[in-house]
């Protein structure tokens, strides 16, 4: 039985490299990189595509087996791609939504698994003074307090992001001729 499962294993490592190795051709050869860049005003410099292309490994200039190597490389070093400007907003992004919310919840069991977030810190307590016959006490208002701080500190964070750190990345993204990113005001 477990000769059969290593067999069965190696088989479908093998039909994923296949799989994976031939789409990664097929793109290479069918789509062109270089049509984003097409019809822009004003249009970018030559050199300023290849740089782009070439800082995301899609450059048809370079010999397909050399971008193909590249590739490889980072997906046995599990990375799978570049961010543009080296950081993550995404990270910073899901550093607040993890304390705002447990992310890792995905069955019945797993709130017994992983601590709870604010926003059921703050739905706990409202369901305890909404089924409660009297006022409010003070704990229940200081701990309301303590709480609505805590997540309004990590939504004036996600705001310091939306204000300082996605204009330097849409600016980026001009300066690299890319479309932009815009967010509407969320908040």
Same mark, same amino acid.
């Given at each position: 039985?477990? %000769?059969?499962?290593?067999? =069965? ?24 990189? =270089? ?25 048809? %200039?370079?010999?397909?087996?050399? =971008? ?13 791609? @570049? ?23 995905? #069955? ?21 003074? @909404? ?17 609505? @701080? ?8 996600? =705001?310091?992001?939306?204000? @300082? ?13 890319? #479309? ?8």
């Amino acid at each position: 039985m477990g %000769k059969f499962l290593l067999q =069965r294993l190696a088989y479908l490592v093998i039909l994923v490299v296949i799989a994976t190795s031939s789409t990664y051709f097929l793109a290479a050869v069918a789509l062109n990189p =270089r049509s984003n860049f097409e019809g822009r005003n004003p249009p970018p410099s030559p050199e300023v595509v290849d740089s782009l292309l070439d800082s995301l490994n899609l450059n048809n %200039k370079t010999p397909i087996m050399e =971008r193909f190597e590249r590739w490889v490389r980072g997906v046995a070093a599990w990375n799978l791609g @570049d961010a543009i400007d080296g950081g993550s907003i995404n990270d910073e992004m899901k550093k607040i939504e993890e304390t705002l919310y447990q992310t890792k919840n995905k #069955s019945g069991q797993d709130p017994l698994n992983y601590p709870i977030r604010l926003n059921n810190k703050l739905g706990a307590l409202a369901g305890e003074v @909404d089924g409660s016959d009297y006022h409010p006490t003070e704990q229940v208002k200081t701990v309301h307090k303590e709480i609505a @701080d805590k997540i309004d500190m990590q939504l004036n964070s996600l =705001r310091q992001i939306m204000k @300082d750190k996605l204009p330097k990345f849409n600016d980026l993204v001009k300066q690299k001729q890319v #479309s932009a990113v815009s967010v509407e005001d969320i908040m």
